[in-house]
């Protein structure tokens, strides 16, 4: 007989087959929560997600025994019946359905299970990418950390590395003295041999031997050519700050729908920026004539009434841009959601402000027009802006279920091409 | 049945192994010689024995993979593994106290938040209750070679993971998911197979290769002789064949070698768990006569506290439990229950053996109860230890009776009960509710096309107007995939009328290019 202590083996044995059931499911997952991502919160971000799929679509066939026929069957605890009794059928899904459903595995109609928030996050952004960020964040190389790099014969007293100085010394000494301790234990040795009466008169062996215990005791304990500095060097860190800017028009044309669809928007935009970036800041700017910036709840829920001037929430943004986040610093994205609306003249000074100070200081800008009437002229405008700028994306949203398509159609991975270059380009081929 | 027992007029005599509830190795040692001594003095014989020690995760583990300690990977397994956590962590379902493995040694797994009376009544139940099972029983030592077991599944997760890196997850994943449809359909129910053996394995596995594709391409290059048959026709396999996967493995006319050593993976693994489908009451009852019978006698033997034996005797209770038919709880009858009950009876009988006994069982009352029961574990499956144990106080203890369920009918009609002239037919038909071949449909390989367009014919034998349930036509799907080419279901009725059940692909496909 033997005990094993299994406990410390590896504990998720199942891992690799329940990412092959994910793998292989993946699209009726993906489907299940495009459905269920309308209804979280900005909130639960980092919660696990409740995942269903229809119980058919998984389910191992065999060849099985169907349901009628005739059976003879056999059951425990009898009460009153006696032998001819007649009882009626009972309903279908208790007494003997009970163990037909456990005979297949599964009650349900639905197969439930939970997805890690990692696991959903992998899922729902899967094959999405942020627009140019490796090349952005080459260069913006802009924090630096110092971290150990082996040791230096050169440096400043707080570096000296005492272990390796000593180690130094030790084996300077050893190495110096070892041919000087040979020969003294030769003479000695000499010494020793000569009659007892002649080895105090033998001068010269006593003075060489003195002499050289004179030159062990000279060499010194520790010299300037043992000492060993630590050496840092400075490794660039690319920066993982973020700041979302979410702007939106909260005049009397927005109604609660509306700005609704725009929060499941940022929603989704948050929750992507979280992957890619450690901390994410975001400023809520509503505007209707003014603009403003504003908390979380104040931005969807607070009512405003009044004209619109666009132009107000990116003079607004220009200004916390240049005041709180500077571009060398924070990697700074914008998603503006509006009806469309807008002053007339106001729409080209929008244009102007984007094109001179707004899109060349951040990196990327969606603009989401939710409406269902045609675009008016700050569409227009905005679209002018795509043929000089590669980070500003425009996309119309009628409805709910847009938004995650419309999502994914902002950052969907640039094709197989651009892919392929890029990595030779970083010399990953 | 405790009262008796906690007297504690012995307990003096000597000092119980432990008192508190928690376990350490010392101590699983001690109750590990002492049940040793015990079953030793019973004549258990057993596997030498490997305890490991798990936690509850791990279990999980174990129970996605059905008990094997290794196995490769497919996406089923994480299926079960899902929905076994799932209700775990819900709190739906409480794990099992252990999980034996039938190899040698025999490998059982403790769970670490198991108080030290569960240990015990594991290492009884587990390590010497299953364990001598594995070793006596006849279908296990047909069916299963305990010593080669771990080597072979060790095999099987190489050869198919190499196969993945070879040709990619999802061309092995789509044949393992196929076979997986034909699993119980892969043994010979009555021809003895040859025992799994690693090194034989090893050493076949190359030239089977070679061997097994110029065999196939022989029988499809040859046209047979005309072999008349009773309707006129030629027929290949001439006798039909039961065993649907060694059928595919020797003659699917396409698959590559690969394929058909993983057809053949699955079908051993089939094979593994074949005994278990058809020894669950059996298997279970000794089991838990054993704990039952052990524990007690050490607590006679004042290893043990009265404390202990309360907490014994709860669980015990609980697992031997048989909800009656119209109870919330009932989920048909509980195998540890019935088998427990039929264990515990035929030592009565041998012992105690009433008048009524004596009419019923003339060759057990009065013998050595040790001895036949130790009969009964080695020569029966739960089918006939049914027919040939069922006795009638078992019956009137459970109450049981006997329905007919016609689909025809609008009512429920009671055939027997638990009175003289009821026994006899319940005994038979729970019987015959254990009878694989009642329980899965009886479909073999009837016909395979040889001169025309290679289709494949399987004949499902209906019994009792049953027919097959809705995922029939998936399974065909699967086993299309498998023979790469049209394959076709009929069914024979009681009068022997044949019609085609199913095909795949759905239209008949006269012309074939390869």
Request: hydrophobic fraction near 35%.
């Amino acid at each position: 007989m033997q005990i094993i202590d299994r406990r410390l083996n590896q504990k998720n044995k199942s891992t690799v087959n329940r990412q092959r059931f994910i793998r292989r499911y993946r699209s009726q997952i993906k489907k299940s929560i495009a459905d269920r991502i309308i209804n979280r919160g900005i909130t639960d971000v980092d919660k696990n997600e409740s995942i269903s799929i229809p119980s058919k679509d998984i389910s191992e066939p065999s060849f099985r025994h169907g349901q009628g026929g005739n059976r003879n069957r056999v059951f425990p605890g009898n009460k009153a019946f006696s032998v001819g009794d007649k009882i009626s059928r009972p309903m279908q899904g208790e007494g003997q359905a009970g163990k037909r459903s456990s005979d297949s595995g599964e009650g349900n109609d639905e197969f439930m299970f939970e997805l890690s928030s990692d696991e959903y996050m992998n899922i729902l952004f899967e094959d999405l990418e942020l627009p140019n960020l490796q090349i952005n964040q080459l260069k913006k190389l802009i924090n630096y950390k110092n971290i150990r790099s082996g040791f230096n014969t050169d440096g400043t007293p707080s570096n000296i590395d005492i272990v390796r100085s000593l180690k130094g010394s030790l084996a300077r000494r050893i190495a110096i003295k070892s041919p000087l301790k040979k020969q003294l234990k030769k003479l000695e040795q000499a010494l020793q041999q000569l009659p007892s009466e002649e080895r105090v008169q033998s001068k010269r062996l006593n003075d060489e031997i003195s002499a050289l215990k004179r030159r062990i005791k000279r060499i010194p304990y520790i010299d300037s050519f043992d000492l060993r500095y630590k050496h840092f060097t400075k490794l660039p860190q690319p920066t993982t700050n973020a700041v979302m800017f979410c702007l939106m028009d909260v005049s009397g044309s927005m109604d609660q729908e509306t700005k609704e669809i725009a929060k499941r928007f940022y929603i989704l935009l948050y929750m992507f920026l979280k992957r890619s970036y450690k901390d994410v800041d975001v400023v809520y700017i509503r505007h209707h004539t003014h603009a403003k910036e504003v908390d979380e709840h104040e931005f969807f829920y607070s009512q405003e009434t009044g004209g619109t001037i666009v132009s107000s929430a990116l003079i607004l943004m220009q200004e916390i841009l240049a005041d709180r986040y500077n571009p060398e610093n924070w990697n700074v994205y914008a998603a503006q959601a509006s009806d469309g609306d807008n002053w007339d003249t106001d729409s080209l000074k929008c244009r102007n402000l984007m094109s001179t100070s707004i899109l060349p200081r951040i990196r990327y800008f969606a603009y989401v027009e939710i409406t269902e009437r045609e675009p008016q002229t700050l569409w227009y405008e905005y679209q002018s802006l795509l043929e000089h700028f590669d980070n500003i994306a425009i996309k119309k949203i009628t409805q709910q279920s847009d938004i995650y398509p419309i999502f994914r159609a902002f950052f969907e991975k640039q094709g197989i091409n651009s892919k392929f270059n890029s990595r030779l380009k970083s010399g990953g081929l | 049945m405790s009262k008796k027992r906690l007297k504690s007029e012995k307990v003096t005599a000597s000092k119980p192994i432990s008192r508190g509830a928690d376990w350490n190795y010392d101590l699983i040692n001690q109750y590990y010689a002492a049940i040793e001594d015990i079953a030793n003095d019973f004549g258990l014989d057993t596997y030498p024995n490997q305890m490991e020690i798990i936690s509850a995760e791990q279990m999980l583990d174990a129970y996605a993979s059905a008990g094997m300690p290794i196995g490769y990977n497919h996406w089923s397994f994480g299926k079960h593994f899902i929905s076994n956590e799932q209700s775990y962590r819900r709190g739906q379902m409480g794990l099992a106290y252990e999980i034996v493995i039938n190899s040698n040694p025999c490998i059982a797994y403790l769970m670490e938040e198991n108080s030290m009376m569960m240990q015990a009544l594991v290492i009884a139940h587990a390590c010497f209750g299953h364990n001598s099972f594995f070793k006596g029983n006849y279908l296990f030592k047909t069916w299963t070679d305990a010593e080669a077991i771990i080597d072979y599944l060790v095999f099987a997760k190489t050869y198919i993971s190499d196969c993945e890196q070879k040709y990619g997850v999802d061309e092995v994943e789509s044949i393992l998911d196929s076979c997986h449809a034909l699993m119980n359909y892969g043994v010979d129910r009555y021809k003895r197979p040859s025992p799994i053996s690693m090194r034989e394995e090893k050493q076949r596995q190359k030239d089977r290769e070679q061997y097994l594709q110029s065999q196939v391409n022989e029988l499809w290059n040859t046209i047979p002789e005309k072999l008349q048959s009773k309707d006129g026709k030629t027929r290949f396999p001439s006798e039909p064949q039961e065993n649907i996967l060694y059928f595919i493995e020797k003659n699917a006319p396409l698959m590559k070698s690969w394929q058909r050593e993983i057809v053949r993976i699955v079908r051993k693994t089939g094979q593994y768990f074949y005994p278990q489908r058809q020894t669950q009451v059996m298997n279970e009852g000794w089991a838990c006569f054993w704990h039952y019978t052990i524990l007690n006698e050490l607590y006679d033997r004042c290893h043990v506290t009265d404390g202990f034996m309360i907490e014994f005797l709860q669980s015990h209770t609980n697992v031997v439990a048989q909800p009656d038919f119209d109870s919330p709880y009932f989920n048909g009858i509980n195998p540890y229950a019935l088998g427990f009950n039929m264990m515990i009876d035929i030592r009565r009988i041998c012992e105690k053996p009433t008048e009524e006994d004596k009419k019923w069982f003339p060759e057990l009352a009065g013998t050595p109860w040790n001895e036949s029961l130790t009969f009964a574990m080695r020569n029966f499956k739960d089918e006939s230890f049914i027919a040939q144990y069922l006795s009638p106080k078992v019956i009137r203890d459970f109450k049981l009776f006997a329905l007919n369920d016609d689909a025809g009918l609008n009512e429920l009609n009671i055939t027997a009960i638990h009175n003289d002239a009821g026994y006899q037919e319940i005994r038979n038909n729970l019987s015959m509710q254990y009878n694989i071949s009642m329980k899965e449909p009886n479909i073999e390989v009837y016909d395979v096309d040889i001169g025309g367009n290679r289709s494949l014919t399987l004949r499902h034998i209906t019994a009792n107007n049953i027919n097959l349930d809705e995922t029939t036509s998936e399974v065909m799907k699967h086993l299309h995939k498998l023979w790469g080419f049209p394959v076709k279901l009929i069914s024979e009725d009681a009068n022997g009328e044949q019609y085609v059940l199913n095909r795949c692909p759905l239209e008949e496909v006269t012309d074939t290019n390869g």
